[in-house]
């Protein structure tokens, strides 16, 4: 099974992807495909979410993080929690995801243009793969708020 088949997966560059939730089968061509960390921004729901995903990820032998991010009341703490994990990891592949790859998109586009030189169009553009056409304010709302403090 191709990680490509995950989701709404975007391939970033050689050590970052982004996507919606893998299925089991898919963490573990993950970790064959040589990623080391997994970084779940989405809150545990039994309609979406694996049962015991850290478990199962870190049997493969990665690196599990979990930031929970509530859909309906993203936090600027969110964002400040996942930038500094993403700051601190060490070399290495890794796979941010959620339910559908929009936390993720969404999270990583401002990490980028906030620390590695992204211009707000490429931020724009990279999120727009998969938020293109949606409506949700309170997400607007808090990418504003952030790019405020860039």
């Given at each position: 099974?191709?990680?490509?088949?995950?989701?709404?997966?975007?391939?970033?560059?050689?050590?970052?992807?982004?996507?919606?939730?893998?299925?089991?089968?898919?963490?573990?061509?993950?970790?064959?495909?040589?990623?080391?960390?997994?970084?779940?921004?989405?809150?545990?729901?039994?309609?979406?979410?694996?049962?015991?995903?850290?478990?199962?990820?870190?049997?493969?032998?990665?690196?599990?993080?979990?930031?929970?991010?509530?859909?309906?009341?993203?936090?600027?703490?969110?964002?400040?929690?996942?930038?500094?994990v993403l700051?601190?990891?060490?070399?290495?592949?890794?796979?941010?995801?959620?339910?559908?790859?929009?936390?993720?998109?969404?999270?990583?586009?401002?990490?980028?243009?906030?620390?590695?030189?992204?211009?707000?169009?490429?931020?724009?553009?990279?999120?727009?793969a998969?938020?293109?056409?949606?409506?949700?304010?309170v997400?607007?709302?808090?990418?504003?708020?952030?790019?405020?403090?860039?």
């Open positions: 099974m191709s990680i490509q088949e995950i989701y709404n997966y975007i391939w970033v560059d050689e050590q970052i992807s982004t996507a919606g939730q893998p299925t089991a089968q898919q963490f573990i061509s993950v970790a064959e495909d040589g990623f080391q960390t997994i970084i779940n921004l989405a809150p545990y729901n039994p309609e979406h979410s694996i049962e015991d995903e850290a478990g199962l990820v870190r049997s493969l032998g990665l690196r599990y993080v979990h930031i929970p991010v509530n859909w309906d009341m993203p936090l600027e703490s969110d964002f400040e929690t996942f930038e500094i700051k601190g990891l060490s070399a290495g592949r890794t796979l941010i995801h959620c339910v559908a790859n929009y936390r993720a998109s969404a999270f990583y586009a401002l990490y980028a243009q906030k620390n590695l030189a992204w211009s707000e169009q490429q931020a724009e553009t990279f999120r727009a998969i938020w293109k056409g949606s409506d949700y304010p997400w607007d709302d808090l990418i504003a708020r952030i790019r405020m403090n860039f």
